[in-house]
């Protein structure tokens, strides 16, 4: 099974439905913490429902079109990150990430998504990865600009948040 040793502290693991149970409670603890930038929460109601998003999130892995790994610090799971889109024709791969509040301001989902861009090049060979934010989501936003992404520009309205839309920043690393 894949993982990546990142620190002394964290680590990525493939997502596996084996982990159903336990991302549901972070999901859980979360969930009012997550709802104002992620949309699918409202679906998420049951273990079956995340059981069913890793066994999807598995199949798009196999076929070499997505990477969801969990996060991981001093062996307890506190978030997910990956590519949630690997376009192996272009070499793009699109990264998105959510961390427990508990857990943010450490640094972790940095480390993070630079360990994805380096699976990204020794694996999918990747020549350009993406990342989309909300605007006003500035901790998010925070990860690619330490990380020497340039900003590209504003989707506007692009993404719809239960009875709100949201303008996308879209940050790009090329290698």
Known sequence: MFSRHVTDQIALQLAVP?????????????????????PWLDAVTQVDHTRRFLVAQLD???????????VFWEQELVGVAGFHTIDAVNRIG?????????FTGRGIMTRAVHALIDIGQQFYVLQRFEIRCAV???ASRAIPQ?????????LR???????????????????
């Open 94 to 102: 699109t990264i998105g990430y959510w961390l427990s509040e508990t």
């Open 18 to 38: 084996f982990y159903a149970e336990p991302l549901f409670q972070l999901t859980e603890r979360n969930r009012s913490y997550l709802r104002r930038w992620l």
């Open 146 to 154: 330490r990380l020497g992404f340039q900003y590209e520009g504003t």
């Open 60 to 70: 798009r892995f196999a076929k070499g079109e997505a990477l969801c790994t969990l």
């Open 157 to 175: 309205r692009s993404e719809r948040i239960y009875d709100r839309w949201h303008d996308m920043a879209v940050y790009a690393l090329l290698r």
């Open 136 to 138: 006003e989501n500035h």
